[in-house]
Each structure stands twice: as C-alpha cells, then as structure tokens.
C-alpha cells in the first residue's frame, strides 16, 4: 500500500533561483531542520543523517541512502530507502520554470507498513512545509 501527500508553495521567485536548493541535497539540508550531514558517494548515491526528535532534547539519529534524480529546471526526484521496507519517492516540479512566480508542488508517495506511512508523513508534511514557507519567506523580503 502506499500514502500520497501533496505540498503546494507560491514562491516570488524563477524556478532556476529554487531548483539548487532541491538538485543540490548537501544545499536542501541547509534548510532541513532533522539533517544533520549530507555524504555523497560515486556511485550518485547520497547517504543522509538525520536526528529525529522524539522528546524535548531527545531522540534518535536515522541514515538513509538517497538516489536524486534532475530534470533541467522542471522536476526533481528523491528515491529514498529507508529500513523495514519503508520507500520514499519525493517529486518536486516547478511551473513555470522560467517565470515569476513559480509554483512548487511537491508529491511524496510512502509505501511501507501503516504505522511508518502515518507516522512519516505527519512528519515529512510538517518539516517539508517548514522549508517551504522559509523559501517563500526569503524571497519576499
């Protein structure tokens, strides 16, 4: 089975001033407020580390192996393993791409067990919103 989530962000901003920080994971960590590092291998893999926050100050670091996958200006792709056969595909697409505003949607689809798609995506929904809106923040100062 698989949850589908869709984000939806107008940003004053061309597509091509957005597109790094989404192409570029090592420059969308800098926004994420779970990653902790970015480690890129040869292969194009990229190993993640995140801290999950569970209580106040405690909680638990996660790594994961993510593929990325860019497309000119338009779409960029997560294909994110996580463990217990839990997969991740983050679609990120920008329209117009040549344009102000462009509007960023964002499409994750989770498979997995219940439990992990309920509780990922309450959480991918809520971080992935935050780095939005700080998006949208910056270039409407």
């Known amino acids: 089975m ?4 869709q984000i939806n962000s107008t940003i004053e901003a061309p597509a091509e001033q957005l597109y790094p920080y989404f192409s570029d994971l090592e420059k969308f960590g800098e926004l994420h407020p779970l990653i902790k590092s970015v480690k890129k291998f040869n292969d194009g893999l990229i190993l993640v580390t995140e801290h999950i926050p ?11 192996v993510v593929e990325v996958i860019a497309s000119p200006l338009n779409k960029v792709t997560y294909k994110i393993r996580l463990p217990l056969w839990v997969r991740l595909t ?4 920008f329209v117009p791409s040549n ?15 219940f439990p992990a798609r309920l509780v990922l ?10 780095i939005l809106d700080e998006l949208k923040a910056q270039y409407t100062k």
């Open 54 to 64: 569970l209580i106040g100050t405690l909680g638990f670091d996660n790594k994961y």
């Open 99 to 113: 344009a102000i505003p462009t509007v960023l949607t964002e499409t994750i689809v989770i498979k997995g067990i």
């Open 2 to 5: 698989a949850t589908t989530i």
């Open 121 to 130: 995506g309450v959480m991918i929904k809520k971080y992935h919103q935050m």
């Open 90 to 93: 983050i679609d990120f697409s």
